[in-house]
Every structure is written in C-alpha cells, then in structure tokens.
C-alpha cells in the first residue's frame, strides 16, 4: 500500500475530490474502485408505519481509526494495492447523505474490486461505530445484522473466489 | 489511573459515558472489573455489562471477559457494532 488516509468526519465528503486526489500525479493506477453508503429510505422497524427520517452515528475515537488501519492493512497482504481512502462520517446524517466511502486503487482490477468489498465487510463487522435510527416518532438503536457477519465470513475460506 | 468507557445503547442503560478509576492490584481481569462496577454502581449494572451481547475493548484491542487487566488500562463496553 502506498497511502492510506483513513478520516471520521462530521463534514460531508466528495466522491469527485477524492477520487482526483488519489489519482493525481500518479501514472501506475488501472484500476479504482470505489464504495459509497448512503442513509436510504426505510420502514423504521420498531415502529411500523413510520419511516427512518435520520441516522445518528457514534465512535469510538481511537479505536476506530486504529481498526480501520488493521483492516485496511490485512486488504494489503491480500492484493496488490497503491492507494486506500476510508472516509465515514459521524454525527446527525438525513435521508440520501453519504455516510461511508471507500476506495481502492491498484494496476489491475481483480485486487481493487475485491480490496473494496473485503474493506466494507469488515468495516461492518469490527469497526467500533453505532448507528441510532430516527423516525418522526421514535428513535431506537439499530442491531447488528447475521447477513454482516456472514458477508465477514465469507473472506476466510475463499467462498469470495466465485 | 483506569478510564473505562461505555458506548451507544449500553451508555444509555448505565447512563454514564465515561468514568476514572483506581484498580486494586487484585482486580486483574475483565469480569473482575465488571463485579467492582457492580459493587460501586449498583446491581442494575450487573444485568447490563453481563448481557451476552455485550463486547469489550482493551487499550482499544478487542478482548474477552476473560482477558486481563491492569490499572492504567483504558478499558470499553460497547455493543456489536453497527457501521458503514
């Protein structure tokens, strides 16, 4: 890995400037991949006929970023990678804001597309974030999900080799 | 000097963030500090830190109830975590 910036933020990033950032002086990148979360419309599930109107996330400071490095570094021995950008947010996110980025840059694209997708499926599953769910009504803390941990799982015995 | 700090809907339950303590030299792993939070905070606490859900952190390291630690640690309940 060449560069890795890895940054928890309230402000709202943009996919463009870091795209052009990891790109810019560097002639060896084939490859760049990339991953955005958004905060998508949804049924709030503890209180039916109200819908998610925000998500409230917390950290954990410290050890968020030291997490994202181990994960970030593990995509490393994995593929050949260049450059790594992790970027999520904190605080209040409404409906459609960008909550996650991240992207990956390599010479070829078997090892970006697969980086990207193993560094989100962790991220979901050991990076120390809460997300709080807001609706009109209620506010309540959402849980963790099997299908993450399955996703999470998958990288260990090869089933990502389709 | 210990921290010990609690996150999302476990802060919410105990209702306290963060807090600063001395560990006896005798309380040397996770589930013996949990007993002194009991001790000190009451025996709502108990229900709480030892649901089955609840993970820990050690020096910002996950660890196990089992795993030890010493005054100085900077040590965190949380709940399975919910990012991305």
Redesign the interface.
């Known amino acids: 890995m060449r560069s890795l910036k890895i940054s928890i933020q309230q402000e709202d990033f943009s996919i463009d400037d870091e795209c052009a950032a990891m790109r810019a002086g560097h002639q060896d990148i084939g490859a760049l991949a990339t991953f955005t979360g958004l905060v998508r419309e949804q049924d709030d599930e503890k209180s039916p006929g109200d819908k998610v109107t925000s998500l409230y996330l917390e950290h954990y400071p410290g050890m968020t970023e030291k997490k994202l490095q181990e994960i970030a570094e593990q995509a490393d021995q994995r593929w050949p990678l260049l450059d790594v950008v992790i970027i999520h947010r904190i605080g209040e996110l409404k409906l459609s804001e960008q909550i996650v980025f991240v992207a990956v840059s390599s010479m070829h694209r078997e090892a970006a597309f697969a980086a990207c997708a193993f560094i989100m499926d962790f991220l979901k599953t050991q990076a120390p974030f809460w997300k709080k769910s807001k609706s009109r009504e209620h506010e309540h803390w959402v849980e963790a999900k099997q299908s993450d941990n399955k996703a999470a799982e998958k990288w260990a015995d090869g089933r990502d080799k389709s | 000097m210990t921290t010990i700090?609690y996150?999302?809907?476990i802060r919410?339950k105990l209702g306290l963030a963060s807090e600063e303590l001395e560990l006896p030299a005798q309380v040397d792993t996770v589930s013996a500090l949990v007993e002194l939070l009991v001790e000190q905070h009451g025996s709502q606490w108990e229900e709480v830190l030892n649901s089955t859900s609840v993970l820990v952190?050690v020096n910002?390291?996950?660890a196990k109830f089992a795993s030890s630690v010493k005054d100085g640690d900077e040590i965190?309940f949380?709940?399975?975590?919910?990012?991305?």
């Open positions: 700090h996150f999302a809907s919410e952190a910002q390291s996950v965190a949380f709940p399975p975590v919910t990012g991305g």
